[in-house]
């Protein structure tokens, strides 16, 4: 039985932080970073069957097209996406009220809809990037056993490319779901490797007032190419996802609208449209193709 102290759960018995049940989501589920973004997909939808909110932390799920979804915010950053993925782990794998591990388990479909800065100059602005590997640079994976998932020759390669200062951690580096690579790619997106920053400024080497460790690793980053595959982007989340993704046995794919390129210092005259676009593709490759609920 797992303690009380270790799943803590609301007096309404809902998970703590995100304030759900495990009737409340759908099998198929759509990241956001920003709660304001949740509506912007959910008002596309033909119903919405339940809502909530807490802190940061906002839910929809409803139809839309005959196809039962779920759109939650996750805010920003590697630690809140722990807290997300554990707690929606526990409301399909685990008795709530038993606390116990069921003996089947559910493997969840996610699918986040970000932005994100490219750091390639042929990448513009306006662009969408599938994120192919996450390479984390936050280490938040590193609490846990993860030698299952991680790619340990990119790791390598990285640090000595970069001649990475391993007194930050070491990076991580994981797959996304190959099931929903295939369903989502497209020969006009960009796919390679997404970099997840622990921070904005500093860790993704922005300079205001005070001086960072390494001032060339943006351009150290730029350059880094695995088997043929360079990193494209630079975010906050991506890694995470996929790191507890695939431990926990679920399926997740990251794909981000560019809105700003970092190598030649533009920013998107109208990033709201170029974030529109990218939830109308997700949404109709979920149609198109539609997901499945896979029992391991």
Same mark, same amino acid.
């Given at each position: 039985?797992?303690?009380?102290? %270790?799943?803590?759960?609301?007096?309404?018995?809902?998970?703590?932080? *995100?304030?759900?049940?495990?009737?409340?989501?759908?099998?198929?589920?759509? @990241?956001?970073?920003?709660?304001?973004?949740? %509506?912007?997909?959910?008002?596309?939808?033909?119903?919405? %069957?339940?809502?909530?909110?807490?802190?940061?932390?906002?839910?929809?799920?409803?139809?839309?097209?005959?196809?039962?979804?779920?759109?939650?915010?996750?805010?920003?950053?590697?630690?809140?996406?722990?807290?997300?993925?554990?707690?929606?782990?526990? *409301?399909?794998?685990?008795?709530?009220?038993?606390?116990?591990?069921?003996?089947?388990?559910?493997?969840?479909?996610?699918?986040?809809?970000?932005?994100?800065?490219?750091?390639?100059?042929?990448?513009?602005?306006?662009?969408?990037?599938?994120?192919?590997?996450?390479?984390?640079?936050?280490?938040?994976?590193?609490?846990?056993?993860?030698?299952?998932?991680?790619?340990?020759?990119?790791?390598? =390669? @990285?640090?000595?490319?970069?001649?990475?200062?391993?007194?930050?951690?070491?990076?991580?580096?994981?797959?996304?779901?190959?099931?929903?690579?295939?369903? @989502?790619?497209?020969?006009?997106?960009?796919?390679?490797?997404?970099?997840?920053?622990?921070?904005? @400024?500093?860790?993704?080497?922005?300079?205001?007032?005070?001086?960072?460790?390494?001032?060339?690793?943006?351009?150290?980053?730029?350059?880094?190419?695995?088997? &043929?595959?360079?990193?494209?982007? *630079?975010?906050?989340?991506?890694? =995470?996802?996929? &790191?507890?993704?695939?431990?926990?046995?679920?399926?997740?794919?990251?794909?981000?609208?560019?809105?700003?390129?970092?190598?030649?210092?533009?920013?998107?005259?109208?990033?709201?449209?170029?974030?529109?676009?990218?939830?109308?593709?997700?949404?109709?490759?979920?149609? %198109?193709? &539609?997901?499945?609920?896979?029992?391991?």
């Amino acid at each position: 039985m797992i303690p009380k102290s %270790e799943l803590i759960l609301n007096p309404d018995g809902s998970v703590y932080h *995100l304030n759900l049940k495990p009737e409340n989501i759908a099998r198929d589920i759509i @990241f956001v970073g920003d709660p304001d973004r949740v %509506e912007k997909i959910t008002r596309l939808f033909d119903s919405i %069957e339940f809502s909530t909110q807490k802190r940061e932390f906002k839910t929809q799920t409803g139809t839309y097209k005959g196809k039962r979804l779920t759109v939650l915010s996750t805010g920003i950053g590697a630690d809140n996406i722990d807290i997300v993925l554990n707690e929606l782990d526990a *409301l399909v794998n685990i008795d709530l009220e038993t606390r116990t591990i069921k003996k089947e388990l559910t493997s969840l479909n996610i699918i986040r809809i970000g932005t994100s800065g490219s750091l390639q100059a042929d990448i513009p602005v306006n662009a969408f990037v599938l994120s192919k590997i996450g390479l984390g640079l936050d280490t938040m994976l590193r609490s846990y056993q993860n030698d299952s998932v991680t790619i340990t020759a990119l790791e390598e =390669a @990285f640090i000595k490319h970069t001649n990475w200062d391993i007194r930050k951690g070491r990076p991580y580096a994981v797959h996304c779901s190959e099931k929903l690579e295939k369903q @989502f790619e497209n020969d006009n997106i960009h796919k390679g490797v997404t970099a997840t920053a622990g921070g904005f @400024f500093g860790p993704q080497g922005r300079v205001l007032r005070l001086a960072i460790q390494d001032e060339n690793l943006n351009n150290k980053m730029d350059s880094f190419n695995y088997n &043929g595959t360079r990193i494209t982007n *630079l975010e906050m989340e991506t890694t =995470a996802i996929y &790191g507890l993704s695939a431990l926990l046995g679920h399926h997740a794919l990251s794909l981000n609208a560019i809105i700003a390129n970092r190598a030649n210092g533009t920013f998107s005259s109208n990033p709201d449209e170029a974030i529109e676009k990218l939830i109308d593709y997700v949404l109709c490759k979920i149609i %198109e193709e &539609g997901t499945q609920i896979l029992i391991n």
